[in-house]
Protein backbone atom coordinates (compact mmCIF):
# COMPACT_ATOMS: atom_id res chain seq x y z
CA UNK A 1 0.00 0.00 0.00
CA UNK A 2 1.74 3.57 -0.90
CA UNK A 3 -0.92 5.20 1.34
CA UNK A 4 -0.13 3.68 4.49
CA UNK A 5 1.58 5.16 7.30
CA UNK A 6 2.70 2.12 9.08
CA UNK A 7 3.10 -1.20 7.75
CA UNK A 8 4.40 -3.86 9.79
CA UNK A 9 5.24 -7.66 7.76
CA UNK A 10 6.22 -10.60 9.09
CA UNK A 11 7.48 -9.00 12.65
CA UNK A 12 8.83 -11.77 14.65
CA UNK A 13 10.67 -10.57 17.77
CA UNK A 14 12.68 -13.16 20.50
CA UNK A 15 14.43 -12.13 23.85
CA UNK A 16 16.38 -15.64 24.33
CA UNK A 17 14.58 -18.50 23.84
CA UNK A 18 11.26 -16.24 24.45
CA UNK A 19 9.43 -15.86 21.23
CA UNK A 20 7.14 -13.06 22.18
CA UNK A 21 5.85 -11.71 18.93
CA UNK A 22 5.31 -14.25 16.18
CA UNK A 23 4.82 -13.19 12.28
CA UNK A 24 2.74 -9.93 13.13
CA UNK A 25 1.44 -8.15 10.09
CA UNK A 26 -0.83 -4.71 9.90
CA UNK A 27 -0.91 -1.72 8.27
CA UNK A 28 -2.10 1.60 9.65
CA UNK A 29 -3.61 4.16 7.17
CA UNK A 30 -2.29 8.27 6.94
CA UNK A 31 -4.17 9.98 9.80
CA UNK A 32 -5.58 7.08 11.03
CA UNK A 33 -5.89 5.74 14.75
CA UNK A 34 -4.90 2.17 15.43
CA UNK A 35 -5.54 0.12 19.08
CA UNK A 36 -3.16 -2.80 19.66
CA UNK A 37 -5.41 -4.72 22.40
CA UNK A 38 -4.12 -7.23 24.29
CA UNK A 39 -3.36 -8.88 27.84
CA UNK A 40 0.27 -8.62 29.66
CA UNK A 41 2.67 -10.42 27.54
CA UNK A 42 0.79 -10.02 24.64
CA UNK A 43 3.71 -8.84 22.76
CA UNK A 44 2.01 -5.25 22.14
CA UNK A 45 4.13 -3.38 23.82
CA UNK A 46 7.38 -4.89 22.25
CA UNK A 47 5.48 -4.02 18.66
CA UNK A 48 5.66 -0.35 19.94
CA UNK A 49 9.34 -0.55 21.09
CA UNK A 50 10.25 -2.31 17.47
CA UNK A 51 8.46 0.62 15.57
CA UNK A 52 10.07 3.74 17.84
CA UNK A 53 13.54 1.87 17.56
CA UNK A 54 13.86 1.28 20.77
CA UNK A 55 14.24 -2.62 20.15
CA UNK A 56 16.94 -3.50 17.59
CA UNK A 57 16.41 -6.99 17.67
CA UNK A 58 13.55 -8.02 15.42
CA UNK A 59 13.30 -9.49 11.93
CA UNK A 60 10.29 -8.72 9.18
CA UNK A 61 10.32 -5.54 7.41
CA UNK A 62 8.56 -2.24 8.58
CA UNK A 63 7.81 0.60 6.64
CA UNK A 64 7.21 4.24 7.59
CA UNK A 65 5.60 6.38 5.13
CA UNK A 66 6.59 4.11 2.80
CA UNK A 67 10.17 3.83 3.77
CA UNK A 68 11.37 0.92 4.69
CA UNK A 69 13.23 0.93 7.84
CA UNK A 70 16.68 -0.32 8.90
CA UNK A 71 17.08 -1.52 12.60
CA UNK A 72 19.06 1.43 13.63
CA UNK A 73 16.98 4.41 12.22
CA UNK A 74 17.79 7.72 10.42
CA UNK A 75 18.14 10.99 12.53
CA UNK A 76 14.58 12.14 10.52
CA UNK A 77 12.83 9.29 11.76
CA UNK A 78 12.86 10.49 15.08
CA UNK A 79 11.50 13.64 14.25
CA UNK A 80 8.70 11.83 12.65
CA UNK A 81 7.86 9.15 15.00
CA UNK A 82 7.77 9.67 18.65
CA UNK A 83 6.02 7.99 21.42
CA UNK A 84 4.09 8.81 24.34
CA UNK A 85 5.11 6.19 27.39
CA UNK A 86 2.65 4.64 30.05
CA UNK A 87 3.84 6.34 33.67
CA UNK A 88 4.37 10.22 33.58
CA UNK A 89 5.75 9.34 37.04
CA UNK A 90 8.81 7.45 35.38
CA UNK A 91 9.43 8.80 31.56
CA UNK A 92 9.93 12.70 32.78
CA UNK A 93 13.36 13.47 34.12
CA UNK A 94 12.93 14.23 37.73
CA UNK A 95 16.05 16.68 37.98
CA UNK A 96 15.18 18.14 34.84
CA UNK A 97 12.72 21.33 34.59
CA UNK A 98 9.98 21.03 31.88
CA UNK A 99 11.98 23.64 29.96
CA UNK A 100 15.17 21.07 29.78
CA UNK A 101 13.00 18.40 29.05
CA UNK A 102 11.27 20.11 25.67
CA UNK A 103 14.36 21.84 24.74
CA UNK A 104 16.64 18.74 24.66
CA UNK A 105 15.02 17.19 21.14
CA UNK A 106 15.34 20.67 19.75
CA UNK A 107 18.88 20.88 20.81
CA UNK A 108 19.38 17.34 19.03
CA UNK A 109 17.62 18.18 15.64
CA UNK A 110 19.34 21.68 15.55
CA UNK A 111 16.21 23.37 15.40
CA UNK A 112 16.58 27.17 16.14
CA UNK A 113 13.58 28.55 17.61
CA UNK A 114 13.52 26.59 20.51
CA UNK A 115 11.92 29.33 22.70
CA UNK A 116 8.79 29.94 20.39
CA UNK A 117 8.09 25.86 19.61
CA UNK A 118 8.51 25.13 23.77
CA UNK A 119 6.17 28.16 24.18
CA UNK A 120 3.78 26.61 21.62
CA UNK A 121 3.95 22.58 22.52
CA UNK A 122 2.76 24.06 26.26
CA UNK A 123 -0.25 25.89 24.91
CA UNK A 124 -0.76 23.66 22.89
CA UNK A 125 -1.34 20.85 25.58
CA UNK A 126 -3.08 23.20 28.18
CA UNK A 127 -0.22 23.87 30.01
CA UNK A 128 0.01 27.12 31.43
CA UNK A 129 3.50 29.07 30.27
CA UNK A 130 4.50 29.29 33.83
CA UNK A 131 4.78 25.32 34.30
CA UNK A 132 7.96 25.94 32.08
CA UNK A 133 10.14 25.99 34.69
CA UNK A 134 9.06 23.62 37.22
CA UNK A 135 10.07 20.25 37.56
CA UNK A 136 8.05 16.86 37.82
CA UNK A 137 7.39 16.77 41.35
CA UNK A 138 5.65 20.14 41.62
CA UNK A 139 2.86 18.91 38.48
CA UNK A 140 0.57 16.00 38.98
CA UNK A 141 -0.09 12.80 37.34
CA UNK A 142 -2.28 14.30 34.31
CA UNK A 143 0.23 17.29 34.27
CA UNK A 144 2.98 14.90 33.61
CA UNK A 145 1.60 13.39 30.99
CA UNK A 146 0.89 16.52 28.98
CA UNK A 147 4.09 17.39 29.17
CA UNK A 148 5.25 14.14 27.96
CA UNK A 149 2.52 14.43 24.65
CA UNK A 150 4.08 18.36 24.80
CA UNK A 151 7.47 16.65 24.34
CA UNK A 152 6.56 14.19 21.83
CA UNK A 153 4.86 17.04 19.51
CA UNK A 154 7.58 19.77 19.86
CA UNK A 155 8.79 18.43 17.13
CA UNK A 156 5.85 18.10 15.00
CA UNK A 157 5.93 14.56 13.82
CA UNK A 158 3.38 12.75 11.91
CA UNK A 159 2.98 9.79 14.06
CA UNK A 160 2.52 9.14 17.47
CA UNK A 161 3.30 5.45 19.25
CA UNK A 162 1.10 5.75 22.63
CA UNK A 163 1.49 3.01 25.42
CA UNK A 164 -0.64 3.11 27.63
CA UNK A 165 -1.20 6.81 27.80
CA UNK A 166 -3.78 7.09 30.76
CA UNK A 167 -3.94 3.75 32.39
CA UNK A 168 -2.10 5.50 35.38
CA UNK A 169 -4.30 7.83 35.73
CA UNK A 170 -7.46 8.83 36.87
CA UNK A 171 -10.67 8.55 34.97
CA UNK A 172 -11.58 12.41 35.08
CA UNK A 173 -7.54 13.14 33.92
CA UNK A 174 -7.81 10.08 31.62
CA UNK A 175 -10.71 12.14 30.15
CA UNK A 176 -8.82 15.46 29.75
CA UNK A 177 -5.82 13.47 28.39
CA UNK A 178 -8.01 11.45 25.75
CA UNK A 179 -9.93 14.72 24.47
CA UNK A 180 -6.36 16.23 23.99
CA UNK A 181 -5.19 13.53 21.94
CA UNK A 182 -8.28 13.44 19.60
CA UNK A 183 -7.96 17.54 19.30
CA UNK A 184 -4.27 16.95 18.69
CA UNK A 185 -5.28 14.21 16.06
CA UNK A 186 -7.69 16.18 14.15
CA UNK A 187 -6.17 19.35 13.73
CA UNK A 188 -2.44 17.83 12.81
CA UNK A 189 -3.62 14.78 10.76
CA UNK A 190 -1.21 12.87 13.46
CA UNK A 191 -1.49 8.84 13.05
CA UNK A 192 -1.66 6.96 16.31
CA UNK A 193 -1.06 3.79 17.51
CA UNK A 194 -2.63 3.25 20.87
CA UNK A 195 -1.43 0.58 23.04
CA UNK A 196 -4.36 -0.18 25.82
CA UNK A 197 -5.77 -3.10 27.63
CA UNK A 198 -8.81 -0.97 28.13
CA UNK A 199 -11.14 -1.52 25.27
CA UNK A 200 -13.65 1.29 25.86
CA UNK A 201 -10.41 3.82 25.93
CA UNK A 202 -9.55 2.03 22.30
CA UNK A 203 -12.81 2.46 21.59
CA UNK A 204 -13.14 5.97 22.12
CA UNK A 205 -9.78 6.83 20.24
CA UNK A 206 -9.64 4.42 17.25
CA UNK A 207 -11.07 3.51 14.21
CA UNK A 208 -9.51 0.05 13.83
CA UNK A 209 -8.14 -2.61 16.73
CA UNK A 210 -5.78 -5.61 16.36
CA UNK A 211 -6.30 -8.67 19.60
CA UNK A 212 -2.85 -9.93 20.21
CA UNK A 213 -2.32 -12.57 22.15
CA UNK A 214 0.84 -14.59 22.55
CA UNK A 215 2.77 -12.73 20.71
CA UNK A 216 0.41 -13.11 17.50
CA UNK A 217 -2.36 -11.61 16.13
CA UNK A 218 -5.67 -13.03 16.98
CA UNK A 219 -8.13 -10.61 15.29
CA UNK A 220 -8.36 -7.26 13.57
CA UNK A 221 -11.69 -5.53 13.79
CA UNK A 222 -13.17 -2.04 13.16
CA UNK A 223 -14.34 -0.41 16.20
CA UNK A 224 -18.09 -1.09 15.45
CA UNK A 225 -17.34 -4.68 15.34
CA UNK A 226 -16.49 -3.84 19.27
CA UNK A 227 -19.50 -1.64 19.73
CA UNK A 228 -21.62 -4.75 18.53
CA UNK A 229 -20.45 -7.07 20.57
CA UNK A 230 -19.54 -8.60 17.03
CA UNK A 231 -15.98 -9.68 17.17
CA UNK A 232 -15.23 -12.95 15.32
CA UNK A 233 -12.54 -15.38 17.42
CA UNK A 234 -13.69 -16.68 21.26
CA UNK A 235 -10.39 -14.89 22.86
CA UNK A 236 -11.98 -11.61 21.55
CA UNK A 237 -15.34 -12.29 22.91
CA UNK A 238 -13.89 -13.01 25.82
CA UNK A 239 -11.61 -10.08 26.59
CA UNK A 240 -15.23 -7.95 25.71
CA UNK A 241 -16.93 -9.86 28.20
CA UNK A 242 -14.33 -10.05 30.90
CA UNK A 243 -14.07 -6.00 30.07
CA UNK A 244 -17.95 -5.85 30.91
CA UNK A 245 -17.27 -6.24 34.78
CA UNK A 246 -18.11 -9.33 37.03
CA UNK A 247 -21.07 -11.70 36.50
CA UNK A 248 -22.46 -13.58 39.21
CA UNK A 249 -23.48 -17.12 37.86
CA UNK A 250 -26.65 -18.74 39.03
CA UNK B 1 -28.03 -16.16 46.41
CA UNK B 2 -26.30 -12.77 48.36
CA UNK B 3 -26.80 -13.42 51.76
CA UNK B 4 -26.45 -9.66 53.23
CA UNK B 5 -26.55 -8.33 56.41
CA UNK B 6 -28.68 -9.92 58.90
CA UNK B 7 -30.45 -7.06 60.87
CA UNK B 8 -30.72 -8.60 64.21
CA UNK B 9 -26.87 -8.89 64.35
CA UNK B 10 -24.29 -6.33 65.28
CA UNK B 11 -22.72 -4.85 62.47
CA UNK B 12 -18.84 -5.76 61.85
CA UNK B 13 -17.53 -2.88 61.67
CA UNK B 14 -19.53 0.63 62.58
CA UNK B 15 -17.69 4.10 62.26
CA UNK B 16 -18.62 7.33 62.89
CA UNK B 17 -16.98 10.37 62.07
CA UNK B 18 -13.27 9.09 60.91
CA UNK B 19 -10.77 11.88 60.58
CA UNK B 20 -7.01 11.10 59.58
CA UNK B 21 -5.17 13.93 59.69
CA UNK B 22 -1.70 14.33 58.69
CA UNK B 23 0.50 16.85 61.10
CA UNK B 24 3.28 18.34 58.54
CA UNK B 25 5.86 21.38 58.89
CA UNK B 26 3.23 23.49 56.53
CA UNK B 27 -0.14 22.27 58.64
CA UNK B 28 -2.12 19.75 58.90
CA UNK B 29 -3.39 17.57 55.58
CA UNK B 30 -7.13 16.01 56.19
CA UNK B 31 -6.66 12.85 54.45
CA UNK B 32 -10.25 11.73 55.92
CA UNK B 33 -12.76 14.35 57.08
CA UNK B 34 -15.26 13.20 59.07
CA UNK B 35 -16.27 9.33 57.38
CA UNK B 36 -19.11 7.55 58.92
CA UNK B 37 -20.53 4.05 57.43
CA UNK B 38 -21.34 0.29 59.23
CA UNK B 39 -20.29 -2.76 57.58
CA UNK B 40 -22.52 -6.25 57.39
CA UNK B 41 -21.73 -9.46 55.87
CA UNK B 42 -21.49 -7.72 52.72
CA UNK B 43 -19.25 -6.33 49.78
CA UNK B 44 -18.98 -2.64 50.73
CA UNK B 45 -16.98 -0.70 47.55
CA UNK B 46 -15.20 2.35 48.64
CA UNK B 47 -14.26 4.43 45.53
CA UNK B 48 -12.77 7.67 44.09
CA UNK B 49 -9.66 9.25 42.86
CA UNK B 50 -6.28 9.36 43.96
CA UNK B 51 -6.04 11.45 46.80
CA UNK B 52 -10.09 11.13 48.05
CA UNK B 53 -8.84 9.14 51.36
CA UNK B 54 -10.15 5.67 50.23
CA UNK B 55 -6.72 3.87 51.59
CA UNK B 56 -6.40 5.67 54.35
CA UNK B 57 -9.59 4.26 55.51
CA UNK B 58 -8.35 1.19 55.13
CA UNK B 59 -5.10 1.47 56.98
CA UNK B 60 -6.91 3.83 59.81
CA UNK B 61 -9.37 0.76 60.84
CA UNK B 62 -5.91 -1.65 60.60
CA UNK B 63 -4.20 0.99 62.82
CA UNK B 64 -1.67 1.66 59.94
CA UNK B 65 -1.11 4.95 59.74
CA UNK B 66 2.00 6.15 59.21
CA UNK B 67 3.13 8.73 61.93
CA UNK B 68 2.62 12.02 61.57
CA UNK B 69 -0.81 10.73 60.82
CA UNK B 70 -3.37 10.77 63.61
CA UNK B 71 -6.43 8.84 63.65
CA UNK B 72 -9.38 9.98 65.52
CA UNK B 73 -13.67 9.28 65.73
CA UNK B 74 -16.28 9.63 67.40
CA UNK B 75 -17.01 5.39 66.94
CA UNK B 76 -15.17 2.95 65.78
CA UNK B 77 -16.53 -0.53 66.68
CA UNK B 78 -15.48 -3.83 65.52
CA UNK B 79 -18.00 -6.29 66.61
CA UNK B 80 -19.31 -4.15 69.71
CA UNK B 81 -15.15 -3.90 70.49
CA UNK B 82 -14.18 -0.19 70.98
CA UNK B 83 -10.75 0.28 68.38
CA UNK B 84 -10.08 3.55 69.95
CA UNK B 85 -10.26 2.42 73.16
CA UNK B 86 -7.57 -0.50 72.19
CA UNK B 87 -3.84 0.39 72.92
CA UNK B 88 -1.58 -0.84 69.86
CA UNK B 89 -0.94 -4.54 71.47
CA UNK B 90 -4.08 -5.28 71.25
CA UNK B 91 -5.00 -3.83 67.52
CA UNK B 92 -2.33 -5.69 66.59
CA UNK B 93 -4.13 -9.34 67.82
CA UNK B 94 -6.80 -8.03 65.38
CA UNK B 95 -4.74 -6.93 62.60
CA UNK B 96 -4.53 -10.26 60.35
CA UNK B 97 -6.38 -12.42 62.64
CA UNK B 98 -9.90 -10.83 62.69
CA UNK B 99 -9.24 -8.26 59.86
CA UNK B 100 -6.88 -8.30 57.15
CA UNK B 101 -5.89 -6.33 54.20
CA UNK B 102 -4.77 -7.25 51.00
CA UNK B 103 -2.67 -4.63 49.37
CA UNK B 104 -2.57 -3.57 45.47
CA UNK B 105 0.50 -4.71 44.31
CA UNK B 106 2.10 -8.45 45.12
CA UNK B 107 5.41 -7.69 43.92
CA UNK B 108 6.48 -5.04 46.70
CA UNK B 109 4.06 -6.45 49.15
CA UNK B 110 5.49 -10.00 49.62
CA UNK B 111 8.93 -10.95 51.22
CA UNK B 112 11.22 -10.99 48.29
CA UNK B 113 13.70 -13.48 50.04
CA UNK B 114 11.44 -15.85 51.58
CA UNK B 115 9.18 -18.47 49.59
CA UNK B 116 5.54 -17.89 49.26
CA UNK B 117 4.53 -21.01 51.45
CA UNK B 118 6.57 -20.03 54.31
CA UNK B 119 5.23 -16.65 54.44
CA UNK B 120 1.44 -18.00 54.39
CA UNK B 121 2.76 -20.29 56.99
CA UNK B 122 3.94 -18.01 58.93
CA UNK B 123 1.03 -15.70 58.98
CA UNK B 124 -1.03 -18.97 60.29
CA UNK B 125 1.52 -19.81 62.76
CA UNK B 126 1.81 -15.77 64.28
CA UNK B 127 -2.59 -16.27 65.32
CA UNK B 128 -2.90 -20.60 65.74
CA UNK B 129 -0.99 -22.71 68.35
CA UNK B 130 0.52 -24.84 65.26
CA UNK B 131 3.26 -27.10 64.28
CA UNK B 132 5.27 -26.50 60.93
CA UNK B 133 3.68 -29.69 59.67
CA UNK B 134 0.76 -28.48 60.15
CA UNK B 135 0.79 -25.01 58.82
CA UNK B 136 2.15 -26.50 55.76
CA UNK B 137 -0.77 -28.26 55.32
CA UNK B 138 -3.09 -25.51 55.74
CA UNK B 139 -0.78 -23.30 54.07
CA UNK B 140 -1.27 -25.81 50.86
CA UNK B 141 -5.24 -26.26 51.33
CA UNK B 142 -4.96 -22.58 51.19
CA UNK B 143 -3.54 -22.63 47.74
CA UNK B 144 -5.80 -24.73 46.96
CA UNK B 145 -8.48 -22.90 47.55
CA UNK B 146 -7.38 -19.49 45.57
CA UNK B 147 -7.49 -21.64 42.61
CA UNK B 148 -3.29 -22.00 42.45
CA UNK B 149 -3.39 -25.11 40.71
CA UNK B 150 -0.40 -27.39 42.00
CA UNK B 151 0.32 -25.77 45.28
CA UNK B 152 3.31 -28.05 46.49
CA UNK B 153 4.64 -26.73 43.48
CA UNK B 154 3.90 -22.95 44.40
CA UNK B 155 4.79 -23.80 48.09
CA UNK B 156 8.24 -23.86 47.35
CA UNK B 157 8.59 -20.56 45.01
CA UNK B 158 9.87 -17.49 45.71
CA UNK B 159 8.20 -14.34 44.76
CA UNK B 160 9.65 -13.16 41.68
CA UNK B 161 8.75 -16.98 40.17
CA UNK B 162 5.02 -16.16 40.41
CA UNK B 163 3.43 -14.05 37.99
CA UNK B 164 1.44 -11.31 39.17
CA UNK B 165 -2.00 -12.90 39.08
CA UNK B 166 -0.51 -15.64 40.92
CA UNK B 167 1.28 -13.36 43.79
CA UNK B 168 -2.32 -11.93 43.96
CA UNK B 169 -3.84 -15.28 45.20
CA UNK B 170 -0.49 -15.53 47.19
CA UNK B 171 -1.68 -12.72 49.03
CA UNK B 172 -4.94 -13.39 49.50
CA UNK B 173 -4.07 -16.98 50.75
CA UNK B 174 -2.09 -15.54 53.38
CA UNK B 175 -4.40 -12.72 54.63
CA UNK B 176 -7.56 -15.71 54.67
CA UNK B 177 -5.42 -18.40 56.30
CA UNK B 178 -6.04 -16.72 59.50
CA UNK B 179 -10.20 -16.67 58.69
CA UNK B 180 -10.37 -12.99 59.27
CA UNK B 181 -14.13 -11.40 59.47
CA UNK B 182 -13.00 -8.83 57.65
CA UNK B 183 -10.74 -8.13 54.47
CA UNK B 184 -9.98 -4.96 53.52
CA UNK B 185 -8.90 -5.03 49.58
CA UNK B 186 -6.97 -1.94 48.29
CA UNK B 187 -7.31 -2.28 44.35
CA UNK B 188 -6.36 -6.07 44.49
CA UNK B 189 -7.05 -6.37 40.68
CA UNK B 190 -5.80 -3.10 39.36
CA UNK B 191 -2.35 -4.75 38.56
CA UNK B 192 -3.86 -7.73 36.56
CA UNK B 193 -5.20 -8.54 33.35
CA UNK B 194 -9.13 -8.76 33.18
CA UNK B 195 -9.47 -12.66 32.72
CA UNK B 196 -7.72 -13.08 35.98
CA UNK B 197 -9.28 -10.13 37.83
CA UNK B 198 -12.41 -11.68 37.34
CA UNK B 199 -10.84 -15.44 38.80
CA UNK B 200 -10.15 -13.03 42.08
CA UNK B 201 -13.40 -11.72 42.33
CA UNK B 202 -14.90 -14.71 42.32
CA UNK B 203 -12.39 -16.06 45.09
CA UNK B 204 -13.79 -13.53 46.99
CA UNK B 205 -17.29 -13.44 46.05
CA UNK B 206 -17.57 -16.98 47.38
CA UNK B 207 -15.86 -16.11 50.85
CA UNK B 208 -17.92 -13.36 51.64
CA UNK B 209 -21.56 -15.55 50.31
CA UNK B 210 -19.99 -18.88 51.34
CA UNK B 211 -18.08 -17.75 54.81
CA UNK B 212 -20.08 -14.53 55.94
CA UNK B 213 -17.14 -12.40 55.50
CA UNK B 214 -17.67 -8.36 55.67
CA UNK B 215 -15.47 -6.95 52.43
CA UNK B 216 -14.17 -3.68 51.88
CA UNK B 217 -13.49 -3.78 47.91
CA UNK B 218 -11.75 -0.24 47.52
CA UNK B 219 -11.52 0.03 43.73
CA UNK B 220 -10.74 3.43 41.27
CA UNK B 221 -13.03 1.12 38.69
CA UNK B 222 -16.23 2.23 38.54
CA UNK B 223 -17.55 -0.60 36.46
CA UNK B 224 -16.16 -2.93 38.41
CA UNK B 225 -17.49 -2.13 41.53
CA UNK B 226 -20.99 -1.74 40.15
CA UNK B 227 -20.81 -5.09 38.78
CA UNK B 228 -19.25 -6.84 42.01
CA UNK B 229 -20.29 -4.99 45.06
CA UNK B 230 -23.45 -4.54 47.11
CA UNK B 231 -23.19 -1.15 48.53
CA UNK B 232 -20.86 1.75 47.16
CA UNK B 233 -19.37 4.66 48.83
CA UNK B 234 -18.14 7.40 46.97
CA UNK B 235 -15.82 9.79 48.24
CA UNK B 236 -13.56 12.99 47.12
CA UNK B 237 -11.23 14.80 49.03
CA UNK B 238 -11.72 12.84 52.17
CA UNK B 239 -15.53 13.04 52.58
CA UNK B 240 -18.16 10.45 51.56
CA UNK B 241 -19.77 12.34 48.67
CA UNK B 242 -22.81 9.62 48.82
CA UNK B 243 -23.39 5.73 49.60
CA UNK B 244 -25.78 3.89 47.53
CA UNK B 245 -26.60 0.65 46.39
CA UNK B 246 -24.08 -0.79 43.16
CA UNK B 247 -26.67 -1.63 41.42
CA UNK B 248 -27.85 2.32 41.42
CA UNK B 249 -24.81 3.61 39.48
CA UNK B 250 -25.59 1.61 36.54
CA UNK B 251 -29.23 3.14 36.59
CA UNK B 252 -30.08 5.46 34.07
CA UNK B 253 -33.32 6.02 35.56
CA UNK B 254 -31.81 6.90 39.28
CA UNK B 255 -29.68 9.05 37.31
CA UNK B 256 -31.03 12.59 38.38
CA UNK B 257 -30.68 11.37 42.20
CA UNK B 258 -27.07 11.54 42.14
CA UNK B 259 -24.44 13.16 43.44
CA UNK B 260 -23.12 15.77 41.27
CA UNK B 261 -19.73 14.10 41.67
CA UNK B 262 -20.73 10.48 40.63
CA UNK B 263 -22.31 11.52 37.74
CA UNK B 264 -19.12 13.16 36.58
CA UNK B 265 -17.09 10.15 37.58
CA UNK B 266 -19.53 8.18 35.41
CA UNK B 267 -19.90 10.30 32.53
CA UNK B 268 -16.35 10.74 32.15
CA UNK B 269 -15.74 7.09 31.28
CA UNK B 270 -15.72 6.20 27.92
CA UNK B 271 -18.28 3.90 26.50
CA UNK B 272 -18.58 1.30 23.65
CA UNK B 273 -22.29 2.06 23.50
CA UNK B 274 -21.99 5.54 23.86
CA UNK B 275 -19.56 6.92 21.52
CA UNK B 276 -18.66 10.72 22.03
CA UNK B 277 -16.21 13.17 19.79
CA UNK B 278 -15.57 14.31 23.62
CA UNK B 279 -15.41 13.15 26.81
CA UNK B 280 -16.96 15.61 29.52
CA UNK B 281 -14.76 16.70 32.16
CA UNK B 282 -15.43 16.90 36.03
CA UNK B 283 -16.08 20.13 37.15
CA UNK B 284 -15.07 19.88 40.76
CA UNK B 285 -17.47 22.21 43.16
CA UNK B 286 -15.78 23.66 46.33
CA UNK B 287 -19.03 23.43 47.68
CA UNK B 288 -18.32 19.10 48.16
CA UNK B 289 -15.78 19.77 50.47
CA UNK B 290 -17.61 22.13 52.81
Redesign the interface.
Known amino acids: MTNAAISVEKLNVSFGDSHVVKDLSFTVGQGESYGLVG ?2 GSGKSTVLRVLSGLNRDWSGAVAIEGAVQPKTRAKAFYRNVQMVFQDPYGSLHPKKTIDDTLAEPLAIHGIRDAEARIGKALSDVGLPASFRFRYPHQLS ?1 GQRQRVAIARALVLEPSILLLDEPTSAL ?7 V ?2 LL ?1 ALRHERKLTYILVS ?5 V ?3 CERLLVMQFGRAVEEMAVGT ?2 SRAPQTAYAQ ?2 LT ?7 EG | MRNLANKAEAPLLDIDNLKVDFHTPTGIVQAVRGLSFTLGRERLGIVGESGSGKSMTGRAILDLIPHPGVVGADRMLFRGQDLMAMDSKARRKLRGRHISMVMQDPKFSLNPVQTVGRQIAEAYRIHHKAGTREARERSLAMLEQVQIREPARVYDLYPHEVSGGMGQRVMIAMMLIAEPEILIADEPTSALDVTVQLQILKILDDLVSQRGMGLIFISHDLHLVQSFCDRVIVMYGGKVMETLPAAELADETARSRRHPYTLGLLNCLPDLDRPREKLPTLNRDPAWLA
Do not use: T
Open positions: ESGDVSIQAELNSHDLAVGHMLAQLASEGFKR
